[in-house]
Structures are given as C-alpha cells and as structure tokens.
C-alpha cells in the first residue's frame, strides 16, 4: 500500500529535550516536506526536500532541523523543544512533476511543557 | 506578502450543492490544489488546477481563473461525510504549497 509514515503518533516531552519525529514513504517520491498545523492558521512549511542531500527552509524552520539522507526518509528533528513547537505536525510527499498532489502522514501531535 | 483566502466556515444541507471560495496572493503561480481534512485527520489531495476552467471529478468540482486570481470547489449531492476542513493551496514559484486556513463545512440533515 502506498503510504506516508510517521512516528509517534502522539509525543508529550519537556523543555528542552531533543526529539526525533521520523517520516518514511514508500512512493519513491523525490519532494518530502514537513508541517505544523494550529488552531485558524492552515498548514504552515517548516522545511522540504526535492531530493536525497537536497533540503531548505520553509516559512518557520526556527528551532526545526532536517536531514535527507536517503529518499524515503526525512526526519525532523527538535534540538531544544519549546512551548511554543507545540503543536499538529505533518510529513507529506509527491513526486517531482506533481508538486500540488502532495500525501500526508497521519500526523503527530507534539506537547512540549 | 503571499496569502490565500477562504471563508471560514459554510454551511449547507444534506443533498445540496456548496461552493468553496479561494483568492490567493503569492509570488509566482502555478496552480491551486484543494484538500480535504476530516477533524483528527490528515489533508488528503481533492483537485489541481493549473489552466483556467472547470475539472470535474465525481461529485467534486474545481474551478480557476487566474486573470481574477481566483478558484472555488464545488460539492455536490452533499453527504455527511463531506463534513469537514476544506483547504486551498497554491503552488507558487518556488514552487511551494501555499495553504489558506481552510474552510470548514458544516452539513445539516
């Protein structure tokens, strides 16, 4: 099954421990790209990927690192979580040519306290 | 700066028609997408239009002119299930998903 993965599903840590949310497609898909969701706000760009080495900025990757070392993975790392990166997180992917067909993971839901 | 906008909320009744307003705002554009987001759920692809007209597919319905930098969805036969978040995003020259902060369809029997 064509699918975007994620993990976990849900995360409560403190301030300022490092955490890891992985996301894995099985698409061969070259773009990957990460999201946070709030409350009235749409989904917002932290970083993406049009391919293996290849990563940049979206509109809020303070706080926010990413690594693209092979194509179906592309994690997104917190290296001093704060409050405020509380919050619905998405990974999504599509292939090269099809930029606005993106899928989605299922999403993780990050507490930070 | 970019933006895109949508209202924030419609409602509707069950086995009517629905219209879905977006303008949209960005540097560069090639194309709107539409996304459905059930509450709890993930975004999941509806439509993209990158020409100017009307793409049909199923009950759903997707329609831009980019002289009036303006789309809509149109939902049809409305169900229940239709319920939720509906999500413009533009793909603009960087060739990034701009997303407006959706519109959510409230269905009534």
């Known amino acids: 099954e064509a699918q975007v993965t994620q993990n976990p599903r849900y995360l409560i840590t403190v301030t300022g421990k490092k955490l890891t949310v992985t996301c894995s497609q099985n698409?061969?898909?070259?773009?990957m790209s990460w999201y946070r969701q709030d409350p009235g706000l749409g989904l917002r760009q932290i970083y993406y990927?049009?391919?293996?080495?290849?990563?940049d900025k979206g509109d809020v990757p303070e706080g926010y690192k990413v690594s693209r070392k092979e194509k179906r993975n592309f994690p997104l790392i917190l290296e001093s979580p704060s409050p405020n990166q509380t919050s619905l997180y998405f990974c999504?992917?599509?292939?090269?040519?099809?930029?606005?067909?993106?899928?989605f993971g299922p999403g993780t839901r990050l507490t930070v306290t | 700066g970019q933006s895109l906008e949508q209202p924030s909320e419609v409602t509707a009744v069950e086995g009517a028609i629905v219209q879905i307003n977006c303008t949209y705002q960005?540097?560069?554009?090639?194309?709107l997408s539409w996304y459905q987001q059930h509450d709890g759920g993930a975004p999941t692809f509806l439509s993209y239009?990158?020409l100017d007209g009307l793409e049909e597919t199923g009950r759903f319905s997707s329609f831009l002119s980019r002289s009036d930098s303006y789309g809509y969805l149109l939902l049809q036969e409305l169900q229940m299930k239709d319920s939720a978040s509906y999500f413009c995003?533009?793909?603009?020259?960087?060739?990034?998903?701009?997303w407006g902060a959706g519109t959510k369809l409230i269905i009534k029997p």
């Open positions: 960005t540097s560069g554009f090639y194309g």
């Open positions: 995003a533009a793909l603009d020259s960087n060739y990034q998903l701009i």
């Open positions: 990927s049009m391919n293996v080495e290849v990563t």
């Open positions: 999504a992917s599509s292939s090269s040519g099809r930029a606005g067909e993106q899928y």
């Open positions: 239009n990158a």
């Open positions: 698409m061969n898909h070259e773009y």
